[in-house]
């Protein structure tokens, strides 16, 4: 390969101010991994009937796939009661974080979210020239008049992730509706509800918010508890003013016609669901409780309302995150830790199978016994 001298094409200066997003870990070379904890992904996999149902259209994979994803929009709408036409599919929810910045902000607009919120929102803000803009929290959870406090005249879209990733903390729903009741109806307020399903008490899924009003967008993903991650699912419920400025700037067939036909398997496979959900929350209290046991050695569990749980360590000393980290490794346990989201005392763990789950935890015992006499 030869280098030229000549000048090479220029990145958009809101290009090069982006980190790529880094993936959680999947393999550690020749070592077997003994849990993958990294990525919130369904430790079941997917439903058996959406595997079924993938298999089965494979055979016509020479087709594009339905452009309008009109039998997955019906779908949707009959489970969750709500107007097919103001559904909108994407190429995971990322892609619908995406397309709601590119269709309400640009150079010189401010884009707006909670500290330690969704690591996409940051990419997704500056790929369209916008300004992230960063609303203080406290102790990993929004804090809505923080929040409020940060719109300005320029402020087109408010981001929250609700239960949020990577602190799986939760705001109620007088909370998210008194935040929404706070913006300018020019601002649009994009509630991403990736982990609904696992929230108790008093939950605003966004739904019917986005029914009521104009500048409400509600994203689900089919990544989470429907366990179809790898391919790249997820939806977006507004009224049809938004609908359509997303529309304009999606792919074509941006949704694979297996993710169609998963996804509706995947819906009707309620006991899937709740399996999963059930031995979620089980084992996410369980966990918590085994990292608050810990405490003597600073270790913390953040509460948490997702399939996950945000622990915390000492700031320094032995029993730190990154050594925390190397050990979990070591035993063949992939966590995330969160140095690359500027979260250097903290490890997230997906809750896993039981199995797993258990693996975790024994994991993170013998690292403390081991550096805390
Ligand atoms: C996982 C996740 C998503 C995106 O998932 P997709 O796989 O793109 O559907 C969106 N928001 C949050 C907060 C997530 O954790």
Redesign the pocket.
Same mark, same amino acid.
């Given at each position: 390969m030869t280098t030229t001298t000549a000048p090479a094409p220029a990145m958009k200066p809101w290009v090069e101010s982006i980190h790529a997003y880094v993936p959680g870990k999947a393999a550690l070379g020749d070592r077997p991994v003994v849990a993958k904890l990294s990525s !919130?992904e369904n430790p079941f996999g997917p439903s058996p009937h959406a595997v079924a149902a993938m298999t089965e259209v494979l055979g016509h994979s020479h087709l594009y796939p339905d452009p309008a994803a009109t039998a997955l929009r019906q779908a949707l709408a009959a489970r969750h009661g709500i107007d097919a036409d103001r559904i909108i599919c994407g190429t995971?929810?990322?892609?619908l974080?995406h397309l709601v910045a590119g269709a309400f902000a640009g150079p010189g607009d401010e884009i707006l979210y909670v500290r330690h919120g969704?690591a996409?929102y940051d990419i997704a803000a500056r790929r369209v020239g916008a300004t992230p803009v960063v609303a203080p929290d406290v102790d990993y959870t929004c804090d809505v008049d923080a929040v409020l406090a940060a719109v300005t005249p320029r402020t087109r879209v408010v981001f929250l992730?609700n239960p949020? !990733?990577p602190t799986g903390t939760l705001i109620p729903a007088a909370e998210v509706r008194r935040l929404h009741a706070g913006l300018p109806p020019t601002c649009v307020f994009a509630l991403?509800a990736?982990?609904a399903e696992f929230a108790e008490g008093e939950y605003e899924d966004g739904l019917a918010l986005a029914d009521t009003h104009a500048n409400v967008v509600a994203?689900r993903?089919?990544?989470?508890i429907y366990g179809l991650?790898a391919q790249?699912?997820?939806w977006g419920y507004a009224q049809p003013a938004l609908i359509d400025a997303m529309h304009r700037i999606r792919a074509p067939f941006n949704v694979p016609a297996t993710g169609q036909a998963g996804a509706i398997a995947a819906l009707a496979d309620e006991d899937w669901v709740e399996k999963t959900r059930t031995h979620t929350l089980t084992w996410r209290r369980w966990l918590a409780g085994e990292v608050n046991a810990l405490g003597n050695a600073g270790l913390r569990a953040i509460p948490s309302a997702a399939n996950f749980v945000l622990v915390e360590f000492p700031e320094d000393g032995p029993a730190n995150a990154a050594a925390a980290n190397a050990a979990l490794l070591a035993d063949g346990i992939i966590a995330r830790y969160l140095a690359v989201q500027a979260m250097p005392r903290c490890i997230r763990i997906s809750v896993g199978t039981e199995a797993e789950t258990r693996a975790a935890a024994a994991a993170l015992r013998r690292f403390v016994e081991s550096v805390v006499p």
């Open positions: !919130n995971g929810s990322d892609e974080i969704f996409v992730a949020n !990733n991403d990736a982990y994203l993903t089919f990544s989470k991650a790249r699912i997820g």
